[in-house]
């Protein structure tokens, strides 16, 4: 059984991509296969022309792993001085990059601890500290918010919007659907080693399709129940199904019979139903 098989998309300058999967389903192998560190049986992986080995060894890649093995007896700040060596940058800028790299993902009050002191989520912020070090047209997330805090996952689209630039593609593999739909151009949704679909994410968002909706009401349900399509209650919520235009004529008739909205929010998001349909399928 082959790991992934008939696999095509692109990454191109100025995109931020995101290949989102259930376990299994081919996602560390794909990324394996971009940086070189597998070879493909049959069709061919490209960067800017050239086999992926070939193009880092010409330019380098910003990678963070989905697990970084360094040895705990290092100091932070030592660690990212030897991954910087590692990356090729010269020893002049070295202590300059760290010091960017460590102000850019919060961790200056560490920078003296091992790294056997540190919490799950710091070494996760030292891994995409490394990922920062140089600036590199090609930048490869895996699962770059496992093990944050929501403070430091908001933090991390900060961060990836930061590093949108017209020359520079970035691909983000997460498990986090509601991150990859914040900060992704386009998903790719894979499953059983193949492309089960391609999400386009603004677009889809912005499609008008029928969804599933939930409101919230501190009055009125019943008249909600009447005037939207596909409605049942559960306590206090109303769940229906419906395009924007029927969602906004049936809550303002509801309204006009004195119905009061809370909140209205999609049961589910664009990506999360795209990914529920594809991997089910």
Same mark, same amino acid.
């Given at each position: 059984?082959?790991?992934?098989?008939?696999?095509?998309?692109?990454?191109?300058?100025? *995109?931020?991509?995101?290949?989102?999967?259930?376990?299994?389903?081919?996602?560390?192998?794909?990324?394996?296969?971009? &940086?070189?560190?597998?070879?493909?049986?049959?069709?061919?992986?490209?960067?800017?022309?050239?086999?992926?080995?070939?193009?880092?060894?010409?330019?380098?890649?910003?990678?963070?792993?989905?697990?970084?093995?360094?040895?705990?007896?290092?100091?932070?700040?030592?660690? &990212?001085?030897?991954?910087?060596?590692?990356?090729?940058?010269?020893?002049?800028?070295?202590?300059?990059?760290?010091?960017?790299?460590? *102000?850019?993902?919060?961790?200056?009050?560490?920078?003296?601890?091992?790294?056997?002191?540190?919490?799950?989520?710091?070494?996760?912020?030292?891994?995409?500290?490394?990922?920062?070090?140089?600036?590199?047209?090609?930048?490869?997330?895996? *699962?770059?918010?496992?093990?944050?805090?929501?403070?430091?996952?908001?933090?991390?689209?900060?961060?990836?919007?930061? &590093?949108?630039?017209?020359?520079?593609?970035?691909?983000?593999?997460?498990?986090? @659907?509601?991150? @990859?739909?914040?900060?992704?151009?386009?998903?790719?949704?894979?499953?059983?080693?193949?492309?089960?679909?391609?999400?386009?994410?603004?677009?889809?968002?912005?499609?008008?399709?029928?969804?599933?909706?939930?409101?919230?009401?501190?009055?009125?349900?019943?008249?909600? &129940?009447?005037? @939207?399509?596909?409605?049942?209650?559960?306590?206090?919520?109303?769940?229906?199904?419906?395009?924007?235009?029927?969602?906004?004529?049936?809550?303002?008739?509801?309204?006009?019979?004195?119905?009061?909205?809370?909140?209205?929010?999609?049961?589910?998001?664009?990506?999360?139903?795209?990914?529920?349909?594809?991997?089910?399928?």
């Amino acid at each position: 059984m082959r790991a992934v098989e008939e696999v095509s998309f692109t990454v191109g300058p100025g *995109e931020v991509v995101g290949i989102a999967g259930p376990n299994g389903a081919g996602k560390s192998t794909l990324i394996a296969l971009l &940086l070189g560190l597998l070879g493909p049986d049959a069709g061919e992986v490209t960067v800017d022309g050239l086999a992926p080995r070939a193009f880092i060894e010409r330019e380098g890649v910003a990678y963070l792993p989905e697990l970084m093995t360094i040895p705990l007896e290092w100091h932070l700040e030592e660690a &990212l001085t030897r991954l910087a060596t590692l990356q090729g940058i010269p020893a002049g800028a070295r202590a300059a990059a760290c010091a960017q790299a460590i *102000e850019a993902t919060g961790i200056a009050e560490h920078r003296g601890k091992r790294l056997k002191a540190l919490s799950k989520g710091n070494l996760q912020r030292l891994g995409l500290a490394q990922a920062l070090l140089s600036p590199r047209r090609v930048v490869v997330f895996d *699962e770059p918010t496992h093990g944050l805090d929501p403070v430091w996952t908001a933090r991390f689209r900060e961060i990836v919007g930061g &590093l949108r630039a017209p020359d520079r593609a970035v691909l983000v593999a997460s498990h986090n @659907l509601d991150e @990859l739909e914040r900060i992704a151009d386009r998903v790719v949704i894979v499953d059983r080693g193949r492309v089960q679909r391609i999400v386009e994410v603004r677009a889809a968002q912005a499609d008008g399709a029928v969804r599933a909706w939930r409101i919230q009401a501190a009055a009125g349900h019943e008249a909600l &129940l009447a005037h @939207l399509p596909e409605a049942a209650r559960r306590g206090a919520l109303v769940d229906c199904r419906a395009d924007v235009a029927a969602l906004n004529r049936g809550l303002a008739a509801a309204i006009a019979e004195g119905a009061l909205v809370t909140a209205v929010v999609p049961a589910e998001s664009v990506l999360e139903e795209a990914f529920r349909t594809a991997v089910s399928g």
